[in-house]
């Protein structure tokens, strides 16, 4: 029979020592991983015995162990779940799964994140044990196996393990627990009374404890909202969503109808660290009749919802149910359906009754919903579009479109100004003078929020205008029209040599009153693609060399424009002009392509 004496791998044996050296304070939580441990290796069983049943054997009678024994200073968690093969153990336990190292290299290599908040990031499970003991040992035996198998290690690094023979199939966990008056009152009966009452009540199966069952274990989904108290929603998140932190907030929803289901989800705080990466997996867990189907269930939920965690419980789904199947199952695609629109009318009703929770929501989550609406050529603009937010020149507060159209009177467009950050869209020269005239712009400060609405087009018929527009107007009266008509007709020829220098930079140079009476040169974009667009497409990776239509605005009205037809004549004119493109250029955000050369010009012309 094999034996072997191994080393954990390098990112395992890393989580290991922060769970040795653990100055997380909640170290009761390694009684509830070990638990859900148990209660997920039934839920495996379970689901494997809907389409085998005779691997269950006389074995039937699903439940889960607690001993103490005080004088050994051992604790004993047995379950009779599915068990792990040699090759099982070897993967599951001494490593950390793909996903989860690769998330925790990530975690750790962020010098940012507190210990607490690596291990609250994903499933520590098995090794929080490592918090409360010294040594480890566990024997198990998979459904699918002729022998059983013993591990066992005191946290230095290595294991040991070892093909036995083993009777039965599960696995039965001892930890010797590590000495100190810390320690010593995870040996008390009422400790774990607690702990368990506390964390694991939950558990679908009994938890046996000195041959009584301790646990009420009716499923919470399954409970009267009105009996279930915030600790219970959060505890019950924390245990099962891998997650250290409390959520923002769950939805329990019980629908009934022509779709029957229960569902429990959570808003996470934070996204969690893989959220950004491949290795994300949407879903939700899936119950039929109380009996786990599946962990990730891609199609509960549309990608935009991907941050939701939870689980759907659905009595009428057919039992023999294959992963396969699911796929093309009418009634899942039913309840996703229903799903998804109680789900928005769950965020609709908190951005009403709870606005600051909606704002913590949207702040962690928005860009999600964003990218829903781009999603598909804005198929579910319609949908998604009421629970944008933004902030406006009005003040710092966020505001719905809604909010934004009852402002705006008979004005045709909603106008937004695009930028890096808040402080530099605010000073950009237009705002000033839009605020004077009472006109609320909204601003558009992340990447792809200008993408959003152009999706969108248009919202309760009013379309939305960049300032930055070549049509927009500041000023769009007859006699303003007539002005600027009259001077560009006495200021051709200036025009023309100041499009001669630019060449093709631009498409058009023009006089304008609508760039901010601060400001002497502009850049506005005509057409489909803007200049905050151009600026975004061409910083990502694979460069589509996208360029917007661009137009050299001048105010004729500024000091300087005076000065420019002085020097139409002189040498300088060309660096004047290269200077004051550069400057319009930097006010959009763009880099300029070669400072030295700028600060050159710039300095000749301030001599
Ligand atoms: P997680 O539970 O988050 O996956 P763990 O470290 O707790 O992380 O466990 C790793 C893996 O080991 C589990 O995914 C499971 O496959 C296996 N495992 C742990 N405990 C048990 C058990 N009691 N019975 C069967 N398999 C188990």
């Known amino acids: 029979m094999r034996k072997e004496s191994k080393a954990f791998q390098a990112e395992a044996k890393e989580l290991l020592d922060l769970m040795i050296n653990s100055i997380y304070t909640n170290k009761d939580i390694f009684l509830r991983e070990l638990i859900s441990n148990g209660s997920d290796a039934i839920d495996k069983l379970k689901f494997k015995s809907l389409t085998n049943s005779h691997i269950l054997g006389e074995d039937k009678d699903f439940r889960i162990d607690l001993t103490i024994d005080k004088d050994k200073r051992e604790i004993t968690i047995k379950d009779n779940g599915i068990g792990m093969t040699y090759e099982e153990v070897e993967e599951n336990i001494g490593t950390i799964a793909k996903s989860g190292s690769k ?16 291990i609250g990031q994903f499933g520590v499970g098995f090794y929080s044990g490592f918090m409360v003991a010294g040594k480890i040992e ?35 966990i001892t930890l010797t ?3 100190g008056e810390e320690y010593d009152k995870y040996l008390e009966e009422w400790k774990a009374r607690d702990i368990i009452k506390k964390y694991s009540d939950y558990i679908r199966y009994p938890i046996y404890f000195k041959d009584e069952i301790i646990n009420s274990s009716k499923p919470i989904w399954k409970k009267d909202k009105k009996e279930l108290k915030s600790e219970e929603y959060n505890e019950f998140y924390k245990s099962n969503f891998h997650d250290w932190t409390d959520p923002l907030m769950n939805f329990h929803l019980k629908v009934q109808g022509s779709v029957e289901y229960t569902a429990l989800l959570y808003v996470p705080k934070k996204a969690p660290v893989d959220f950004y990466t491949k290795d994300y997996k949407k879903g939700l867990q899936l119950y039929t009749k109380n009996i786990f189907i599946m962990d990730r269930c891609d199609e509960l939920i549309p990608e935009y919802f991907s941050f939701l965690k939870g689980l759907v419980d659905c009595d009428t789904l057919s039992l023999n149910i294959s992963r396969e199947i699911l796929q093309q199952n009418k009634e899942l695609t039913d309840i996703s359906k229903s799903l998804e629109k109680k789900i928005i009318g769950e965020f609709e009703k908190l951005l009403k009754e709870d606005r600051p929770k909606y704002i913590e929501f949207w702040e962690e989550f928005g860009r999600n919903i964003k990218f829903g609406i781009q999603d598909m050529f804005g198929l579910n603009k319609d949908k998604l579009q009421n629970l944008l937010l933004f902030k406006t020149s009005l003040d710092d507060n966020y505001y719905t479109l809604q909010e934004y159209v009852d402002r705006m009177g008979d004005r045709t467009d909603i106008l937004y100004a695009v930028g890096e950050d808040l402080a530099s869209v605010k000073s950009l020269p237009k705002i000033e003078a839009l605020k004077e005239k009472n006109i609320e712009i909204l601003y558009l400060i992340d990447k792809i929020d200008e993408f959003s609405l152009k999706t969108m087009r248009d919202y309760c018929g009013k379309n939305f205008k960049s300032i930055n527009d070549s049509d927009f107007k500041l000023d769009d009266s007859k006699e303003k029209e007539e002005e600027i008509k009259k001077l560009s007709e006495d200021n051709k020829d200036i025009l023309n040599k100041v499009k001669d220098t630019l060449g093709d930079k631009v498409a058009e140079v023009k006089l304008s009153s609508d760039i901010g009476k601060g400001a002497v040169a502009s850049l506005l974009a005509k057409g489909e693609i803007s200049l905050e667009m151009e600026r975004i497409l061409t910083s990502m990776p694979g460069n589509q060399n996208v360029k917007a239509e661009k137009i050299f605005a001048l105010n004729p009205e500024h000091p300087l424009f005076e000065r420019l037809k002085a020097d139409v004549n002189k040498e300088s004119f060309k660096d004047l002009i290269d200077v004051l493109y550069t400057e319009s ?7 300029v392509e070669n400072p030295a050369e700028f600060i050159k010009k710039l300095n000749g012309l301030l001599k």
Do not use: H, P
Request: aromatic content about 10%; hydrophobic content about 30%; proline content about 0%.
């Open 103 to 118: 998330a925790f290299k990530k975690s750790l290599d962020n010098t940012g994140n507190s210990e607490i908040d690596i």
């Open 138 to 172: 566990f024997t198990t035996k998979s459904y699918d196996s002729e022998k059983g198998v013993k591990w066992e290690s005191i946290g230095d690094g290595s294991y040991q393990m070892e093909e036995i023979d083993l009777d039965k199939r599960g696995t039965s």
């Open 177 to 179: 627990i590590k000495s």
């Open 585 to 591: 250029l930097l006010l959009e955000g763009f880099q």
